[in-house]
Structures are given as C-alpha cells and as structure tokens.
C-alpha cells in the first residue's frame, strides 16, 4: 500500500521559509486593521472537485503562527472530495488565521492539484502492470510534499535525489562512450562494480540496438524514452523480464492508457510536477462576535 507518511522536520523548514518570505516582519496589514483580541471560524471550501493532499501541511502552517489555533481535517489525504465539500475548519485569533492563509493555501492547492491529476494517470492505467511515477522535475525546495502528494493520488515516487540510484541517461552514455557504442556493455558493468548491492541502476535508451548491450551489463531497469508504441511493445518483448522496462516521454492523458497496454512496469511522468495548475481551494473567514457584538 502506498505510504503517506509525511516527515515533519522538512515541512517545518518550508513553513519556515515560506513565512520569511512572506511575513518577514509580520502581518502589517491585520495588526492595523484587526483587533489584537479578535477571534475568527475559518472553512477550507473545495470550489472544484479533486484529490486531497496537504491537510497536514495546512494544520501546520496554521499552528506554526499560533500553536493555540484549532484545526479539524474534515477530509483525509488521498480522500476524493466534490465541489463545495468543506476540508478543514479552523479556529484562533483572526490575526492569526489572516496571516496564515495564503501560505497554508498555496500548499494545499499545489499538493491537491498534483494528486487530483496522479489520480487521473492511475486511473486511465487500472487493470495494467504499469505503476505510474514522478520525476525530479519538482519545485526547488518543495520535493518532499509534492512526492507526498504524488503518492495521496495513487501514484509512486521515482528516485528521490540524485544521490539514491544511478540513472544513465543519453548524455551520460555519450560522455562515457564518446561514440563508440561497442565500448556500452563493458563501461555499464565497470560502474555498476562499483556500487554497492543495494543500490538500483538503470539506463535510458532511445533507440532499440541500445537494449541489448545495456541488458548485458545486468542493469536493473531499462527506460525506453520516446519509443514510438509499436517500439515499446517490441522492446517489453526483448527485455523478457531480464529488467523492469519504464516508458517515459510523450506522456500524456491521451498517451498513457496505450503506454500501459504496451507492457510497461514503470510509466514516469514529469507533468504531475511540473505543470500542475494550483486546484481552486478557498479560505472562507468569519469573525466570531461576542454576545451582545454586532
């Protein structure tokens, strides 16, 4: 089952660092127009259907302004919602909901945004071998939830950093075989000696007569980048499960489902990323009056 375990230490570093940015000195604007003892009710109101992610990350953003400020998650991470569905309610001092919000919103609409399209890849490949992945093409600084929210919406991370897996892409293996692809096999295997027995290795290819050779120096995944559909089927049929086989490039919602149908293991998918649309959430605020306030 898909982990949705979110690390608090990192999250508390991108709080942090998302309210130096916007708050560096405070909230000027409440402190002038909103009294210092007035307290609000706040609802986080989906405006579209989606996917949940970031109900955690919200909460905290929340309390890391004031720790005595409420918050009830209404909806679970990786949770399908509709239009109109309340998410999260909120209570504290009005000065401190303000302050908040937007960075507590910006997270939660990216997050929701990036499961809600995961969700959309999972679904078009249900009833197929293919896992669907993201990539490093993440926000600078944000990798950490949007992964998170990868995984709210069904999907599965690909290698974290660059220092967790070897991955030889085409300008590696022009680099290390300075066009002499005779020279492939016996490179690959020199590397991959020097690793230890844990760690995965895998190379991209983009032409067929590069799958044997790879497969030769024992690698543990083959991606085939931009392989027109009648190229993957034919090369998930020469791997024979000797490696997992990844299709990447020309990945899209019209693509994927003929992807998957290839034979697949792995389908990696840069656009649950990078290219997300932040899902249309909102913070509806309402300032709690005391008996006899009007």
């Known amino acids: ?52 992610s970031g109900g955690t990350v919200f909460r905290d953003a929340m309390k890391l302004v004031d720790p005595d400020t409420e918050v009830e998650l209404l909806v679970t991470d990786g949770e399908t919602f509709d239009a109109g569905t309340h ?9 401190s909901v303000l302050m908040a919000e937007r960075v507590g919103l910006n997270l939660a609409q990216r997050m929701s945004a990036i499961a809600t399209k995961t969700a959309e890849f999972v679904a078009l490949v249900h009833g197929t071998k293919a896992r669907i992945t993201d990539t490093r093409k993440t926000t ?21 950093s660059l220092s967790d897996a070897v991955l030889a892409k085409d300008n590696h293996l022009a680099v290390m075989t300075g066009g002499d692809a005779a020279k492939l096999t016996s490179l690959l295997t020199a590397a991959k000696a020097q690793l230890g027995h844990t760690t995965h290795f895998e190379v991209e290819v983009d032409r067929t007569d590069q ?84």
Do not use: W
């Not at 490696?243 to 293991?265: K, Q, R």
């Open 140 to 160: 600078p600084g944000l990798r950490v939830v949007e992964r998170y929210a990868v995984r709210c919406g069904g999907g599965a991370n690909h290698r974290y």
């Open 211 to 294: 799958i044997e050779p790879v497969l030769a120096a024992g690698v543990d995944t083959i991606m085939l980048d931009n392989f027109t559909l009648a190229d993957l089927r034919a090369g998930v049929a020469q791997v024979a499960g000797r490696a997992l086989v990844e299709a990447s490039g020309n990945v899209n919602l019209s693509t994927v489902a003929d992807i998957a149908a290839a034979g697949v293991d792995i389908i990696s998918v840069g656009a649950l990323t990078h290219s997300v649309i932040a899902l249309d959430l909102g913070l509806d605020v309402t300032l709690d009056l005391a008996p006899g306030e009007h």
């Open 87 to 95: 998410l999260a309610r909120v209570t504290g001092t009005a000065r």
């Open 1 to 52: 089952m898909t982990s949705l375990i979110l690390p608090a230490a990192p999250v508390r570093d991108i709080l942090e660092r998302a309210f130096a940015e916007d708050a560096p000195s405070g909230d000027i604007t409440s402190q002038v127009l909103i009294p210092a003892d007035a307290h609000a009710t706040a609802v986080l109101n989906a405006r579209v259907p989606g996917v949940f």
